[in-house]
Nanobody
């Protein structure tokens, strides 16, 4: 079992930035591929970004490419999502997710169904 706890959300103006953190406990995340998803009210949970076990590969939703950056520090058991140039349409609850992977690099996962472990989420609100 691994427990995930997101933090760093808040209220920002359009164009602002936030750094989201996902702290893991219970097991080392070096064995896990990690991802960030978001869910706006009344909508499905959508993929935002994913990163391989060793951080060597990552992938982003088209809507956030060039603005968001996913990273990880396995020594701190933490994954980050740097969000820049925020827009009102980025408003959502942001979730961290983890899944075990036998591949250390080159593999990441973009579907909700591919992840086993989820955090409780952190709210990001972008005002216009």
């Amino acid at each position: 079992q691994v427990q995930l706890a997101e933090s760093g959300g808040g209220l920002v103006q359009t164009g602002g930035s936030l750094r989201l953190s996902c702290a893991a406990s219970g097991r080392t995340i070096s064995n896990f591929a990690m991802g960030w998803f978001r869910q706006a009210p009344g909508k499905e949970r959508d993929f935002v970004a994913a990163i391989s076990r060793n951080g060597g590969s990552s992938n982003y939703a088209d809507s956030v490419k060039g603005r968001f950056t996913i990273s990880r520090d396995n020594a701190k058991n933490t994954v980050y999502l740097q969000t820049n140039s925020l827009k009102p349409e980025d408003t959502a609850v942001y979730y961290c997710a983890a899944r075990e992977s036998i591949y250390s690099g080159g593999s990441y996962y973009t579907l909700v169904s591919e992840y086993r472990y989820w955090g409780q989420g952190t709210q990001v609100t972008v005002s216009s």
